[in-house]
């Protein structure tokens, strides 16, 4: 049967948009989320993030981008079950390696370690350049990945923990 675990219930709806409904193309749907802290809605473009990861991933990374956003996501959730949180989604983390150096993460494919040093080094890098980490855009452009003074918190987290885990590597 099916694990237990827990489930994030979002009230939203689909957003065709004039970009989808001029191409028809399934990574140009929008979907509109309501944040109910706030409350407002927010509109998200989530299909067409995940082809430009895709993309970036199979043309220039040879699959090393998305180990590295799977690697810095297995890191947070191993921070997290031993107290240390870090508040950022896997949306934001993907788009921060979005940015990382795809001639490195493309080393992966034959020397999978090349993955985890351009992973620090990018994250590294990151938290050493606040200024130009909140440059940084998400991939389809809607706005910037390190918006708040939380994520920037969580950014440093992450790195540090990517550290640890190059050290005992």
């Known amino acids: 049967g099916s694990l237990a675990r827990p489930v994030d219930v979002v009230p939203s709806h689909w957003n065709d948009n004039i970009a989808y409904q001029a191409s028809g193309q399934e990574h140009d749907r929008g979907v509109t989320i309501l944040n109910k802290r706030v409350p407002e809605t927010i509109d998200n473009l989530p299909f067409l993030h995940i082809k430009h990861i895709s993309d970036r991933c199979a043309a220039a990374a040879l699959g090393g981008l998305k180990k590295a956003i799977r690697l810095c996501k297995n890191v947070k959730n191993d921070a997290q079950e031993e107290g240390r949180a870090i ?9 921060a390696m979005y940015h990382a150096d795809m001639a490195t993460l493309r080393a992966g494919y034959t020397y999978e370690l090349a993955i985890l040093a351009e992973t620090q080094r990018h994250l590294d890098w990151l938290t050493m350049n606040e200024t130009e980490a909140k440059k940084l855009m998400l991939p389809d452009g809607s706005r910037a990945i390190f918006n708040t003074a939380e994520k920037l918190a969580a950014l440093r987290t992450l790195s540090l923990e990517m550290d640890d885990l190059a050290k005992e590597v």
């Open 87 to 95: 508040s950022l989604s896997s949306f934001d983390i993907a788009a």
